[in-house]
């Protein structure tokens, strides 16, 4: 099987050392770029299977760079990693034609196989799919961002409770009052136990 080139863009050196090496250098080639101006010209002048790419980058962000990006090579599958994954965030990314965006707390277990998909060449995804929010919750709940990651589950649980699985929205609900509370918002987690009970 042909080694698989990657991009890895990220500043911090301890985050690709470890993606380096969990990859393992016998299925892929990994091409290091700390900015996204390094990362510009390398993805200028030489040929990519996938690109990963951080958001928070020094100068230019993540935005700019994979805009850049896709007006180059648009056929380059381009992954997302960010420590804060909202909403926002995932919507523009995958608008602007990124194959996905997971936060870099689900790393292993999101990313590889995302790499692996775009790599197959599967279909990504796109900004008009629904937002996994049981997803953003535990990454948010793995940052220790106990309110925020609260309210995306309260945001599954009314999904669920629309679709008719009220077992499941309560579920969400009970986990979404621990983590308001977690968070210290017992006004919050309030207004949820009120909403279980209409």
């Known amino acids: 099987m042909a080694v698989k080139k990657i991009l890895l863009v990220d500043d911090k050196a301890l985050l690709r050392d470890a993606l380096i090496e969990y990859l393992g250098s016998e299925e892929y080639e990994i091409i290091e770029a700390e900015d996204g101006e390094k990362a510009i010209s390398l993805f200028k002048n030489n040929d990519y299977d996938v690109v990963i790419l951080d958001h928070n980058l020094p100068g230019m962000d993540g935005y700019k760079t994979l805009k850049l990006m896709k007006q180059t090579k648009p056929e380059i599958p381009v992954i997302g990693l960010t420590g804060e994954l909202t909403i926002e965030v995932r919507e523009k ?78 579920e969400l609900f009970e986990e979404a009052i621990h983590r308001y509370i977690r968070a210290g918002r017992r006004s919050k987690a309030a207004e949820i136990e009120k909403m279980m009970n209409e």
Do not use: F
């Not at 925020?148 to 077992?167: T, V, W």
């Open 93 to 170: 990314y995958l608008s602007m034609g990124a194959y996905d965006i997971h936060a870099k707390s689900a790393i292993y277990e999101k990313l590889i196989p995302t790499l692996n998909a775009a790599l197959k060449g599967e279909k990504h995804k796109t900004a008009t799919e629904k937002p996994d929010y049981v997803e953003l919750a535990d990454a948010l709940k793995n940052e220790g961002r106990w309110e925020e990651s609260a309210l995306y589950l309260k945001e599954a649980g009314i999904e669920q409770k629309a679709l008719g699985n009220p077992e499941k929205a309560n």
